[in-house]
């Protein structure tokens, strides 16, 4: 009896030593982990927000460094190098006189006239432009029945106090042709380009040499030949 109440006894020390042992291991973990995060805490997080006072701080406070303990202290604020020169560029560009930050008059005169010479050059594109759009619109054949309808739409906006010349762009034409049609009798005659009579060309084929060369297209050497 006694032997079994002394083996009772050990294995009851023995559950409390490792019930005390694994509490104890335990509390040393939660106390790490408690210092971990205190240390977490009062170190700046990488990405934070900087306000203006802390950063211009971090630009004195680097400023004679070398660059391993740039390095070392970018590592333990949480900050980029990068970052750390634009904020570096953005405090000298601040604190510079408004001297510095004016541009010398080389240089002024050089933007002057760099922009006359792309005033110029933009100046003649347009001119450019318009002259094809008009070579462009140029040969265009209107009716006699739309150029009359035309030239009184248009009359009707020049007297409700519209411009000619904004009158004729929205229907298309252009104002000398407008000028045209009422100066030529473009107005009652209409288009006299189909009806005009040009001079014969020099080189033009006369009806004998049209008829043989149909005659020869004929024959039947050809029949198998494609056009040309």
Same mark, same amino acid.
């Given at each position: ?16 030593? &490792? ?24 170190? %700046? ?6 306000? @203006? ?9 680097? @400023? ?6 740039? &390095?070392?202290?970018?590592? &333990? ?29 080389? @240089?002024?005169?050089?933007?002057? #006239?760099?922009? #006359? ?7 003649? #594109? ?24 035309? &030239? ?46 040009? %001079?014969? %060309? ?24 494609? %056009?040309?």
């Amino acid at each position: 009896m006694k032997d079994k109440l002394g083996s009772i006894r050990t294995d009851i020390q023995r559950q409390s030593g &490792s019930a005390v042992a694994a509490a104890g291991e335990r509390s040393d973990r939660r106390g790490t982990l408690e210092r971990w995060r205190e240390q977490a805490r009062s170190r %700046p997080a990488r990405g934070r927000a900087w306000t @203006a006072a802390g950063r211009l701080e971090a630009v004195v406070t680097t @400023a004679a460094m070398n660059e391993a303990e740039l &390095s070392a202290w970018c590592r &333990s604020h949480g900050v980029y190098p990068q970052d750390l020169a634009k904020w570096r560029a953005s405090a000298t560009t601040a604190l510079a006189a408004p001297e510095e930050l004016r541009a010398s008059p080389q @240089a002024t005169r050089a933007d002057r #006239k760099r922009i #006359k010479e792309l005033e110029r050059e933009l100046l003649r #594109k347009d001119r450019a432009l318009a002259e094809t759009a008009a070579l462009l619109g140029r040969g265009r054949m209107i009716g006699l029945e739309d150029r009359q309808c035309l &030239s009184q739409e248009i009359g009707v906006a020049h007297a409700a106090g519209a411009r000619l010349h904004q009158a004729c762009e929205v229907v298309g034409i252009d104002l000398r042709t407008l000028q045209r049609w009422k100066a030529q009798e473009g107005l009652t005659a209409g288009d006299r380009r189909p009806h005009a009579v040009r %001079p014969l %060309p020099s080189h033009a084929l006369s009806d004998s040499e049209r008829a043989e060369i149909v005659r020869v297209a004929n024959e039947p050497r050809f029949a198998a030949v494609p %056009p040309a």
